[in-house]
């Protein structure tokens, strides 16, 4: 019950949604960087929404399948086939013994998410299988997928084995599949909703109002711990001394350059440069969609409309998690 790994790609890793309760102790969260894409897929083949799933980055990810298996993908579109063929996405299809999953180069999108039924088969770290690379903990042996690896996979559930039985008698995969255009935005050019930081009425009158009325770019330098952006040059009304904060996902510091840093997934714990807004949580799935290069529009957004953001998005998974069930059931 196994997959083995082909071609590792640029970077792949085990994510699930990620480690909470040890940021007291310094441990990051870590997990999916596009939480909504990884949700989706899980529940396209019968698992929890938390389960371990492969997260994979721009391109080369190529995985054989050493039995049969539902899966999903969802996320950008990196251009999956299977020996050869488009395969379909924001669907759960029915992979065959010896067929080869591929993953070519990012079209949309920046990550994909690959869900298999049953989940993936690694020891829980800390309350999460997610995949801390600096550390060296969660996920395949604390680490990216290498060449030759095999992955392990759990039993399915009820759920999951109902969805391969149906699969397998309609001898096709379904035609349907999920609209995920109300959850990411997998363009390259973005609005994204801040809510003020704390530090937000330190910084002076230009560069408040350059925020939000100014584009920002995504430089290359781009990872899973944050992302540095380039635009107008943001300063402090006057300097002064900040001891380090706790920081979340979605922060967005400004160090001394004035190009701000968006904390992504694996960001610290704690931060001492000042914080000049919070993206919105119901926005961070599609901060993480994007490329390099990547024009991003800052809009302020109050912490009452962005918790409305987000009940708007969980009732869209609450949907599309009973539209499953009434497909396969």
Known sequence: MTVKVLQPGLLTTIQDLGRYGSQ???????????????????????????????????????LLFEEDRVIAITGGDLQAVIDGKKAATWRPILVRKGSVLQFKSAIHGCRAYVAFAGGIAVPEVMGSKSTYLRAGIGGFKGRALKKEDIIEFDEMNKLSQSIFTKLENLKSNPTWSVNYTKLVNLQQSQTIHVIRGSEFDRFDEKSRKSLFQEPFKLTTQADRMGYRIEGPQLSLEKKFELLSEGVTFGTIQVPPSGNPIVLMADRQTTGGYPKIGQIMTADLPSMAQLQPNAVIHFKEISHEDAEKELLVKEKILEEIKEGIRFKIL
């Open 24 to 62: 007291k102790f310094g441990v990051i969260v870590s997990g999916a960087m596009d939480s909504y894409s990884l949700r989706a897929a899980n529940l396209l083949v019968g698992n929890k929404e938390n389960e371990g799933t492969l997260e994979i980055t721009l391109f080369g990810t190529s």
